[in-house]
């Protein structure tokens, strides 16, 4: 193994410094960053549960020592640039914002080990299909009694109408106006501006909401159809114009929260400082608090090492040989909500219309050939082994296969074949005219492909590096947009608004726990970043969530037809999963990550004053 990587590693290093001499502004530094991921902490301690998994790892530790009373819990946020610092659940866009609002979370439902909304939490939900054709299927949301925001306000059935009203105002400035919330009646005659509210979420009483959606089906119970599970402090927020919540100090300095921790202290892309809420409707936590500080990959092993934190967030996979034989944590882990993916460029984004718009045949990604022949041309499998230690396994599909019920194990994905991939561009009539190397396209044009990919550890800048090689090798010139790989919060930003040097891109995501797809493939979604939308998608997209999916073989079969179509047409080609690593220290006591038995963040305790070193 040791070999391999070496020998791959002394390859990619003469790569690089080709790249170096050929390319433009290579002495600017880069920042570095991981792909977006969400990882929670576990505990750690010398008598471990019997909660072991197949790869060897544990959901859960115990450490038997005495608790302290209070104390603080460090946490280190794996990241090589400043965090965005949104904490609204309306507004925020990424996976590091919702690692910080966790700790301050606003959420109405618990949920259980199948991501299935139970009535354990702030809220209880009851759903009745309509009757009739014509009339509405009504969901009855319930909050408990004497629930309060952290500044002491009780919490009302306005502060649930809310967030609906912002996400669904004209002057939304985030991406999660979509098809799903259009479910709700009302929605989009508000969103126009041909009715000053929603007609479909009615005040009963103090406590209830009801909730008056076209159709309901499966995704509900997961949080789909519509359904909002965050409330926003209607005391103050109600007057903001909602255009200016982005920017406001109730969002980006102090807001309020019903979570187990309030903010107490902001230091803007570097740290966040939790206090405990007093006001916590399961009780005040037994911690003083908790503070979060953004760590460079680099760093990170070096910093648990020292014990300096207690908990590692987006821990990457490939510095877990740093960490694995350290003396003062354990390392939890458990298969991710997460998968990574390459994605082509093959429309744009209307804004006027909010909806994809895709143009295969005036793409210079528009041809499925050349599509399919990058991700055959893609050698995941020895990434997988060779920097990520078994840690990444090769995806073959879109669902994780967390997702049970609708993950399938026989699809076979893109596995690595440069010889089908030289084919494929061979047949598309993809071929190399002058001699150089490198393939021109059907007119015989030069033909260079521009990739965004975010920049990250050495281990990161290597693997991207790589696929330069891999596409080289089958004739393509690619070549990193700008001239180099980008900084996250940039990345994103220019992925989303289909910069036009972006041709092909290497993102991830951090799925949510409902496994409907709407959201992020649909015609209305922002985040269907590769512009692909076609009538027979759309349609399976709408089958998943509607009342027909309440069988769960039709269900299954529209997850099959949705996975079938883009793997034939490749919009976006599925690239990894991954583990999700928890490395805890050794004074953090009786602490789970299994998605079915969580520890609360309430609950923790810890051993000592400090970090065990």
Not at 7 to 13: P, S
Not at 116 to 128: F, N, Q, V
Not at 312 to 337: K, V
Request: some cysteine; hydrophobic content about 35%.
């Amino acid at each position: 193994m040791k070999k391999q990587r070496w020998a791959l590693l002394a390859m990619l290093f003469a790569l690089m410094f080709v790249l170096a001499a050929c390319g433009g502004d290579k002495n600017e530094d880069a920042s570095k960053g991981t792909d977006t991921n969400k990882t929670d902490g576990g505990t750690t301690t010398n008598e471990e549960t019997n909660t072991e998994q197949e790869d060897g790892f544990q959901l859960a530790v115990e450490n038997d020592g005495t608790a302290i009373e209070g104390g603080t819990l460090m946490v280190a946020m794996q990241k090589d640039s400043p965090f965005q610092g949104i904490f609204s659940y309306a507004l925020y866009e990424d996976a590091y914002d919702g690692d910080l609002l966790s700790f301050a979370s606003n959420s109405l439902f618990k949920t259980d080990g199948d991501f299935l909304i139970t009535d354990e939490g702030i809220a209880s939900m009851e759903s009745k299909p309509a009757e009739k054709e014509g009339e509405p299927s009504i969901v009855t949301i319930k909050i408990r009694e004497g629930v309060k925001w952290s500044d002491g306000e009780p919490l009302k059935i306005e502060d649930l109408i809310l967030p609906y009203e912002i996400i669904a105002h004209a002057d939304y400035t985030g991406v999660r106006y979509g098809e799903e919330l259009k479910n709700i009646i009302g929605v989009e005659e508000y969103h126009n501006g041909t009715a000053d509210t929603i007609s479909g979420l009615k005040k009963i009483d103090e406590t209830t909401l009801e909730i008056h959606m076209k159709q309901i089906s499966p995704a509900l119970a997961s949080g789909g159809d519509g359904l909002w599970t965050y409330a926003e402090p209607s005391h103050i927020l109600g007057d903001v114009p909602v255009a200016d919540l982005v920017e406001h100090d109730a969002v980006r300095k102090n807001p309020v929260t019903l979570g187990a921790f309030v903010i107490d202290r902001i230091v803007p892309g570097e740290s966040v400082q939790y206090k405990a809420n007093e006001h916590y409707w399961k009780g005040k936590p037994k911690l003083d608090g908790v503070i979060v500080k953004v760590v460079p990959p680099a760093s990170i092993a070096k910093a648990l090492e020292a014990g300096e934190y207690d908990l590692a967030l987006s821990f990457g996979s490939a510095q877990y040989p740093e960490i694995e034989n350290l003396t003062n944590i354990d390392i939890l882990a458990r298969p991710e909500l997460y998968y990574s993916y390459l994605g082509f460029k093959v429309g744009k984004w209307d804004s006027e219309t909010k909806a994809v718009v895709t143009d295969l045949e005036n793409s210079k990604m528009g041809d499925v050939n050349l599509r399919q022949a990058m991700a055959y041309a893609l050698n995941v499998e020895e990434v997988t082994e060779v920097f990520y230690d078994g840690l990444r396994e090769r995806a073959n599909a879109i669902m994780p296969p967390v997702f049970k019920s609708y993950y399938n194990p026989e699809l076979e994905g893109y596995k690595y074949d440069p010889e089908k991939a030289n084919q494929l561009l061979d047949d598309a009539g993809f071929k190399d005219v002058d001699g150089d190397g490198f393939r021109e396209d059907k007119d015989g044009k030069p033909l260079e492909i521009k990739f965004a990919t975010m920049s990250g550890d050495d281990v990161a800048e290597q693997i991207a590096a790589f696929w330069l090689q891999n596409w080289k090798e089958v004739g393509l010139n690619v070549v990193f947009t700008d001239g180099r790989t980008l900084e996250f919060n940039s990345f994103y930003d220019r992925v989303q608004a289909d910069d036009p040097n972006i041709d092909i891109f290497m993102a991830a995501w951090g799925v949510g726990t409902n496994p409907s797809q709407i959201s992020t493939y649909g015609l209305n979604a922002q985040y269907n970043f590769s512009r692909y939308t076609s009538e027979s998608l759309q349609q399976t997209l709408l089958n998943m969530d509607s009342p027909e999916a309440f069988d769960a073989s039709y269900r299954a079969a529209q997850f099959a037809a949705f996975e079938k179509e883009i793997a034939e047409l490749a919009p976006i080609v599925p690239m990894m999963y991954r583990l999700e690593l928890s490395p805890v220290n050794k004074r953090v006591k009786n602490y789970s990550i299994d998605y079915s038995n969580p520890t609360e963040l309430q609950d923790i305790e810890l051993t000592a004053d400090a970090p065990i070193k």
